[in-house]
């Protein structure tokens, strides 16, 4: 499975990230994400996204701090992490309390987080 960035029928980004996510490989993802959000600005829907972890290897040094850095800028009203290793959500929930997002919560399953994007 590839990178990839998708609108949802509820109007959830959706993030799916695989292999190293480097600063070139979030630039590309950026790209999808802003026209997202415009669309959802647009319709003056609230933005929330579910990210995907499971295939994530890893984030070189500096790229999930931007990542977050960037959500923040966005306004994103919730997001939601799925398969997320240990390490990985120890550095997000500390990212999160850092950038002051707390409106992001890790997930075990995609039900969960639909559940809970969709509250």
Do not use: C, H
């Not at 630039?27 to 003056?44: C, G, Q, S």
């Not at 933005?47 to 295939?55: E, F, M, P, Q, V």
């Not at 290897?57 to 500096?62: E, M, R, S, Y």
């Amino acid at each position: 499975m590839e990178n990839e960035v998708s609108l949802d029928e509820n109007n959830i980004i959706r993030l799916t990230y695989t292999g190293v996510i480097d600063d070139n490989v979030n630039l590309l993802l950026n790209v999808k994400i802003e026209e997202y959000v415009a669309i959802l600005k647009e319709k003056n829907l609230p933005l929330n996204i579910l990210a995907d972890a499971t295939d994530l290897k890893k984030f070189v040094a500096g790229t999930r701090q931007k990542i977050l850095q960037r959500f923040n800028e966005l306004d994103v009203n919730k997001l939601a992490v799925i398969g997320a290793t240990r390490i990985q959500e120890y550095l997000l929930k500390f990212f999160a309390k850092v950038l002051d997002n707390r409106s992001m919560q890790i997930f075990d399953t995609e039900e969960e987080a639909l559940k809970w994007l969709l509250e």
